[in-house]
Every structure is written in structure tokens, then in C-alpha cells.
């Protein structure tokens, strides 16, 4: 079952431009994190926020979680053509062990 | 240089045949999983182990099997192959549970034919 379901699935902006991605879960959870993959790449982490964080930062990347509205989102700050990949979110469901994955959003930066 | 390592990083297999994709890692993590990515789907786990000599299924174990004699180490065995299983294979680690984010490898791409 998918838990985490991202906003748009798809997004091409100019570079230098500022990208945002969304993500939004079903159930009460302990923390979300934000992947990012290369094309034909593993995926790289991002962020992970706990449920008791409201925004977090690293570098260009800002994301944040509402937890009453199930939701959260990825601002890439200053886009670059270096990141064009597919965006994921994840997030616990209750579970200690398994990560419930969404489908993704494929961000495409045009020169 | 530490991290995942995936091998082989391509596969062809006809129906039928068996294969072991191998996983180790060098950052004694126990959390170690494996997940099979196909287009529009997302990740979807198979299998995987909080520490070594404990293994669990995920979503989709059927047709796989999984061991883990040690910390670093985290096979994953196709029983008998079938078409359904053409993907690509991610191996991910982390240092405990789900509070920590995965490191993954490359990944394997897997035709079965």
C-alpha cells in the first residue's frame, strides 16, 4: 500500500526558478523523509522531519510538515539543472520497520 | 569509499533460472531492506532485516527469499524466475529503524525473459 502520494507527479521550470513538491499521508506518523533520484540512479536522502517539527532546512532545500493537514512539502530554493531527478517522499505509518513510499515527482529544470 | 554495494548492476535471466543479488554494506547498520522500483509504482519493499539473523517479509516476497548470516551482508535470492520479476532491485541500509534515512546502492536491473 502507498501512504505517501506527491504533488504534482510531474513539474518543468527555468532555472533559477523555485520548485515545490508536495506529499500527503493518511495516517498519524512518526517522521517524513524526502528522497531525491538520478535518472537510472539509487535514491539519495534528503530530510527526514519528525512529527513534532513544523520546517526544516539544508542548503536550498526547505521542507515542511503540517500534521493536521496530513501534508507536507519540498521548496528547492534556486533551481539548477543539476536537479532534474524524481522526488519521493516517505513516511513510517505507525511502523517501525517499513517505509511506505509514494509514487514521485519527476522535476525537470530547463536551462 | 563506505556505503551500499549492489551486484551485478545488470541481469538476464531466462524463465526459471535462479540468481542471488548481493548487498553488503560497510557502516554496520541493521536495518538493511530490499525494494523493487517499477515505473509508475514507486518502491515496494520485498523484504527485510533489523539485524542479523532476523529477516521479515514486506509487500511483495513471493518468489524471493532473503538471509542474513551477517551484519554487512543482505542476499536476495530469485527462487525461479518469471517475467513479473523484471525490475530494478535497490538494496537500502539505516542505522536503526525508520528514524534514521536509508542509504542505497545503485541498484540492479533485472530483465527476465
Known amino acids: 500500500s502507498q501512504q505517501g502520494e506527491e504533488d504534482p507527479q510531474a513539474l518543468s521550470i527555468q532555472e533559477g526558478e523555485n520548485a515545490t513538491m508536495n506529499c500527503s499521508y493518511k495516517?498519524?506518523?512518526?517522521?517524513l523523509q524526502w528522497y531525491r533520484q538520478n535518472s537510472g540512479r539509487g535514491l539519495v536522502h534528503l530530510i527526514l522531519i519528525r512529527s513534532n517539527e513544523r520546517e526544516k532546512h539544508s542548503g536550498r532545500l526547505r521542507v515542511t510538515l503540517d500534521t493536521s493537514k496530513k501534508s507536507s512539502s519540498l521548496l528547492i530554493t534556486a533551481s539548477r539543472a543539476a536537479d532534474t531527478a524524481s522526488y519521493f517522499c516517505?513516511?513510517?505509518?505507525?511502523?517501525?520497520?517499513?517505509?511506505?513510499w509514494g509514487a514521485g515527482t519527476k522535476l525537470i529544470i530547463k536551462p | 569509499n563506505a556505503g551500499v554495494t549492489q551486484t551485478p548492476k545488470f541481469q538476464v535471466l531466462k524463465t526459471g533460472q535462479s540468481m542471488t543479488l548481493q548487498c553488503a554494506q560497510d557502516?554496520?547498520?541493521?536495518?538493511m531492506s530490499w525494494y523493487r522500483q517499477d515505473p509508475g509504482m514507486g518502491l515496494r519493499l520485498i523484504h527485510y532485516?533489523?539485524?542479523?539473523?532476523?529477516?521479515d517479509q514486506g509487500e511483495v516476497p513471493n518468489g524471493y527469499n532473503v538471509s542474513r548470516s551477517t551484519t554487512e551482508d543482505f542476499p536476495l535470492r530469485l527462487l525461479s524466475a518469471a517475467p513479473s520479476q523484471t525490475s530494478v532491485y535497490f538494496c537500502?541500509?539505516?542505522?536503526?529503524?525508520?528514524?534514521?534515512?536509508?542509504?542505497f546502492g545503485s541498484g540492479t536491473r533485472l530483465t527476465v525473459v
Open positions: 537500502a541500509s539505516s542505522y536503526r529503524t525508520l528514524s534514521y534515512g536509508y542509504t
Open positions: 516517505a513516511t513510517d505509518e505507525d511502523s517501525n520497520y517499513q517505509l511506505i
Open positions: 495516517t498519524s506518523i512518526n517522521n
Open positions: 532485516s533489523v539485524g542479523a539473523g532476523i529477516t
Open positions: 557502516m554496520n547498520h541493521e536495518y
